[in-house]
């Protein structure tokens, strides 16, 4: 009776085994079908260590991150950042640009570049003082990266939208452009959608958020919550050929953000399926 049992529960094991071998994986993303990727920016996570970032990006499926210092800081050696991109590896990610890195001095411009040059990307998000695009202009055409201004909607005045990057980039190197960041530009009563096909030839970085309205009262939620229209974004992505990253900055609940960070990258990966 005992040996009976024991073959009627192995035969179960291997039938279940072989039941689990049979069963079809998940679909890959529908972004993975796209020229452009989905990514987190680092400023998601500035309240989290890099493990934690990494383990949440893992269960998201998104495989690029934008670095923020807090997480491989300026003065790191280059021991250390290679650790750091060993750490990446492991799990799946690529630190594919660094930033935004503030400049208000030559100096701190001289630290940016010389600091993305030894993380080994070859895009900078910078917020730069104006007066210190020119130096910017040459450090661009020194290094060989691509400069993405990250505009900031009404709260600041330095850049506060895609139309006040342009102005200041469009007579500049090729290379110098900007983040659009679609949450800020319409808070500063912009049009991200129009933008984005406006000014396609000088964005290199995106940064994905919804917003609650079209003014500075307007406040960062998950996508899909907000009034931003991401059928019509998804769409100009494709239009406008964009091979860049959109990048998910999560400004909500930023103590415990993970459900909207998995809210969000949901929606925006279900607009682009759904606009297929």
């Not at 949440?56 to 290679?82: G, W």
């Not at 690529?94 to 070859?122: H, L, N």
């Not at 000014?199 to 009262?217: C, L, W």
């Not at 900055?249 to 990258?265: C, K, Q, T, V």
Request: proline share 5%.
């Amino acid at each position: 009776m005992k040996k009976h049992l024991t073959s009627l529960l192995l035969f179960f094991f291997l039938a279940v085994s072989a039941w689990a071998q049979d069963r079809p994986d998940p679909q890959s993303p529908p972004d993975a079908n796209e020229k452009f990727k989905v990514g987190m920016a680092g400023f998601t996570f500035v309240k989290f260590d890099i493990d934690k970032t990494l383990e949440t990006m893992q269960r998201a499926d998104v495989h690029y991150l934008c670095i923020k210092d807090f997480h491989l800081p300026f003065n790191s050696t280059d021991e250390q950042i290679a650790s750091f991109h060993a750490k990446l590896k492991a799990k799946g990610v690529t630190g594919y640009a660094v930033g935004p890195i503030y400049m208000k001095s030559e100096e701190e411009v001289d630290k940016g570049f010389e600091y993305a040059k030894r993380v080994g990307v070859k895009l900078i998000v910078g917020v730069p003082n104006v007066e210190l695009l020119p130096y910017v202009n040459k450090k661009v055409k020194e290094y060989d990266m691509k400069y993405a201004i990250h505009l900031h909607g009404p709260d600041i005045e330095l850049y506060p939208d895609a139309e006040d990057v342009w102005k200041h980039t469009k007579d500049l190197d090729a290379r110098m452009g900007m983040c659009l960041d679609i949450g800020h530009d319409l808070r500063n009563g912009k049009d991200p959608v129009a933008d984005l096909k406006k000014y396609k030839s000088r964005v290199f970085d995106i940064h994905i958020k919804d917003v609650t309205a079209a003014s500075k009262q307007g406040y960062s939620v998950e996508i899909g919550r907000g009034i931003i229209d991401f059928p019509a974004f998804v769409k100009m992505l494709r239009k406008v050929g964009y091979t860049g990253v959109c990048s998910l900055e999560h400004e909500r609940n930023m103590d415990n953000p993970f459900m909207g960070i998995a809210e969000s990258i949901g929606y925006f990966r279900a607009m682009i399926k759904a606009t297929k």
